[in-house]
């Protein structure tokens, strides 16, 4: 099946590129640049020489639409949201890195990402892409919203114990941390090499955008609404996620339990990995892969758990939990191209 990806010089795309490569049912159709339309691929990055020869292409939906069975859209939010409408009405399959059809609430959209939103209709049809927890709305889809980098380590992390109703939800904390890639490949002061080596920082206290589409999942999946703290921090890494999330129980339940109630809600999620009482996860044992990985501990003085969550933001953060989609939205097994191991070290 031919593929599109549209953000074609960006890391989300480069990302796909390196998991459709080895998928055996997708190839590379069409790459779109908007910046770099009519150059030769390999010249912008020389490690996929030989790999994409195709030159980069101008956006035509119709000729998009003609030459490929399904389109990965990594661009940024505000971009999707004029894209895809235009896919979308030639009946072509679309998957969307961005945030831009995420949230239901096209207010809270506007309020938290200061874009006007795409109309009502799309929104309506997007199905949000957190592939282990709305995998039937996933095979029925056309339209996948794909989530967000912490959103999918946040809530992979917290739905067992929020839906076992063990959690004080008043009390939901997050302390998240991410790599450099996450910011994209634009170039910016916060990403400049000597701003975040040796440096950790704390930014978008209490206005990060993936703060409402964390709530939208957590309070959907809990009956109730929820309202979290979140604050994200840039690290010295190039790639991964560690959500660091500390829930007040209602009962007492040692760790043992919690990991057991956690193995039996992911029994099924290959991609899901809960360790053993006191193997705690970190994000290179995750790097390159479609895994999260999720250790946990329960504070019996002060009955709290903390859960830790580790992704690689590139890949189950982005594009490994794209193919994901792609593979269950064309009942293809989830796993398929997606079984590299992680690299490590
Ligand atoms: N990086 C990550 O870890 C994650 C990213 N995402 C989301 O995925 C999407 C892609 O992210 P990522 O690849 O990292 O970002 P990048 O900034 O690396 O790439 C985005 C690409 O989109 C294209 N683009 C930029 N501006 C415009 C524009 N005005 N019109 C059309 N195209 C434009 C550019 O490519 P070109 O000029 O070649 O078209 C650009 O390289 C974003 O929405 C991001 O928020 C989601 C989860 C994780
Ligand atoms: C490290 C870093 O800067 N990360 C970005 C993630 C952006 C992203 O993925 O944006 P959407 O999911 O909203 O499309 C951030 O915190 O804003």
Same mark, same amino acid.
């Given at each position: 099946?031919?593929?599109?990806?549209?953000?074609?010089?960006?890391?989300?795309?480069?990302?796909?590129?390196?998991?459709?490569?080895?998928?055996?049912?997708?190839?590379?159709?069409?790459?779109?640049?908007?910046?770099?339309?009519?150059?030769?691929?390999?010249?912008?990055?020389?490690?996929?020489?030989?790999?994409?020869?195709?030159?980069?292409?101008?956006?035509?939906?119709?000729?998009?639409?003609?030459?490929?069975?399904?389109?990965?859209?990594?661009?940024?939010?505000?971009?999707?949201?004029?894209?895809?409408?235009?896919?979308?009405?030639?009946?072509?399959?679309?998957?969307?890195?961005?945030?831009?059809?995420?949230?239901?609430?096209?207010?809270?959209?506007?309020?938290? +990402? $200061?874009?006007?939103?795409? #109309?009502?209709?799309?929104?309506?049809?997007?199905?949000? /892409?957190?592939?282990?927890?709305? *995998? &039937?709305?996933?095979?029925?889809?056309?339209?996948?919203?794909?989530?967000?980098?912490?959103?999918?380590?946040?809530?992979?992390?917290?739905?067992?114990?929020?839906?076992?109703?063990?959690?004080?939800?008043?009390?939901?904390?997050?302390?998240?941390?991410?790599?450099?890639?996450?910011?994209?490949?634009?170039?910016?002061?916060?990403?400049?090499?000597?701003?975040?080596?040796?440096?950790?920082?704390?930014?978008?206290?209490?206005?990060?955008?993936?703060?409402?589409?964390?709530?939208?999942?957590?309070?959907?999946?809990?009956?109730?609404?929820?309202?979290?703290?979140?604050?994200?921090?840039?690290?010295?890494?190039?790639?991964?996620?560690?959500?660091?999330?500390?829930?007040?129980?209602?009962?007492?339940?040692?760790?043992?339990?919690?990991?057991?109630? +956690? $193995?039996?809600?992911?029994? #099924?999620?290959?991609?899901?990995?809960?360790?053993?009482? /006191?193997?705690?996860?970190?994000? *290179? &044992?995750?790097?390159?892969?479609?895994?999260?990985?999720?250790?946990?501990?329960?504070?019996?003085?002060?009955?709290?758990?903390?859960?830790?969550?580790?992704?690689?933001?590139?890949?189950?953060?982005?594009?490994?939990?794209?193919?994901?989609?792609?593979?269950?939205?064309?009942?293809?097994?989830?796993?398929?191209?997606?079984?590299?191991?992680?690299?490590?070290?």
């Amino acid at each position: 099946m031919k593929a599109a990806i549209i953000g074609g010089t960006g890391y989300g795309s480069i990302e796909l590129i390196r998991l459709i490569n080895k998928h055996p049912y997708l190839e590379i159709g069409s790459v779109v640049s908007n910046s770099q339309a009519g150059v030769n691929f390999s010249d912008v990055y020389p490690h996929l020489s030989d790999i994409v020869v195709q030159p980069l292409e101008t956006f035509d939906a119709n000729r998009l639409s003609e030459d490929n069975e399904i389109v990965f859209l990594a661009t940024p939010s505000g971009v999707s949201s004029k894209l895809a409408p235009q896919l979308l009405e030639n009946g072509i399959k679309c998957i969307d890195l961005s945030g831009d059809f995420r949230l239901r609430s096209a207010e809270e959209y506007e309020n938290w +990402y $200061k874009h006007s939103s795409p #109309e009502e209709k799309y929104l309506k049809q997007a199905v949000y /892409g957190l592939s282990e927890i709305y *995998k &039937e709305e996933i095979r029925e889809a056309s339209f996948i919203a794909n989530p967000g980098c912490y959103p999918t380590a946040t809530t992979l992390g917290l739905l067992p114990i929020i839906k076992s109703k063990l959690a004080d939800e008043n009390f939901i904390i997050i302390d998240a941390k991410s790599g450099v890639s996450g910011a994209g490949r634009g170039l910016s002061l916060t990403s400049h090499y000597s701003e975040i080596n040796e440096n950790v920082k704390a930014y978008k206290l209490g206005k990060h955008q993936h703060i409402p589409e964390i709530e939208q999942v957590l309070s959907d999946e809990g009956g109730n609404p929820i309202t979290i703290t979140f604050t994200t921090h840039l690290v010295p890494l190039t790639r991964g996620i560690m959500c660091t999330m500390y829930v007040h129980l209602k009962e007492k339940i040692p760790t043992k339990k919690v990991i057991d109630l +956690y $193995k039996q809600f992911y029994q #099924e999620s290959h991609f899901i990995r809960v360790r053993p009482e /006191g193997n705690i996860p970190s994000t *290179k &044992e995750v790097m390159g892969s479609n895994f999260c990985d999720i250790g946990l501990h329960v504070d019996e003085r002060t009955n709290r758990l903390t859960v830790i969550s580790v992704i690689d933001n590139l890949v189950k953060g982005a594009a490994g939990q794209a193919i994901q989609n792609a593979n269950l939205m064309n009942g293809w097994d989830e796993q398929t191209g997606l079984t590299d191991l992680p690299m490590y070290p």
